[in-house]
T-cell receptor
């Protein structure tokens, strides 16, 4: 069974600085998708960024980028120029192309200090 | 397009009662998944429905059940409520296109408190 591990329960970053959130996963499949979701306090979960496993190029969405290392099964999220609005719970997620069963990591709570 | 909606947003029930939660997916999305979110266990997958059929199921007791209607709307039912069922229940919908990128879009959740 696929598992997703986020080893950092909490992270803190100074406003305007850069922070990297870690995620590793375990799978025997070769084709899958990876996502980072953001859940602000008492607000809806939203998709931050996605990565197709067959693509070698790392995905980028404005200030958010990933470092996807397929062989190492690692999928970290880098947030540049951190803003107060980035404070949230961040979840790494994996989904197989075979089924629609999405697996989530335990989450990393990001605090942004002004 | 309207997002995923869930009703009710908040619910308080007593142990032993049953509860039904509702989820309306984004128009055109055929897959609906349900998750239970608690501080201790994180996000746990309950089940996924596609074209009115349960396609995947997580590791939850039979007290947790669901269904999907022909318009893709889904309901989740929990019978004989226990204190440990207190959680945020999230619904997510996706296009579920074969071979496509099926990211899930989440609703705001239903906060269930069991007393």
């Amino acid at each position: 069974a696929q598992t997703v591990t986020q080893s950092q329960p909490e992270m803190s970053v100074q406003e305007a600085e850069t922070v990297t959130l870690s995620c590793t996963y375990d799978t025997s499949e070769s084709d899958y998708y990876l996502f980072w979701y953001k859940q602000p306090p008492s607000r809806q979960m939203i998709l931050v960024i996605r990565q197709e496993a067959y693509k070698q190029q790392n995905a980028t969405e404005n200030r958010f980028s990933v470092n996807f290392q397929k062989a190492a099964k690692s999928f970290s999220l880098k947030i540049s120029d951190s803003q107060l609005g980035d404070a949230a719970m961040y979840f790494c997620a994996y989904i197989s192309t075979v089924n629609n069963d999405m697996r989530f990591g335990a989450g990393t709570r990001l605090t942004v200090k002004p | 397009k309207a997002g995923v909606t869930q009703t009710p947003r908040y619910l308080i029930k007593t142990r032993g009662q049953q509860v039904t939660l509702s989820c309306s997916p984004i128009s055109g999305h055929r897959s609906v998944s349900w998750y239970q979110q608690t501080p201790g266990q994180g996000l746990q997958f309950l089940f996924e429905y596609f074209s009115e059929t349960q396609r995947n199921k997580g590791n939850f007791p039979g007290r947790f059940s669901g269904r999907q209607f022909s318009n893709s709307r889904s309901e989740m039912n929990v019978s004989t409520l226990e204190l440990g069922d207190s959680a945020l229940y999230l619904c997510a919908s996706s296009l579920a296109v074969a071979g496509g990128v099926n990211e899930q879009y989440f609703g705001p959740g239903t906060r269930l408190t069991v007393t």
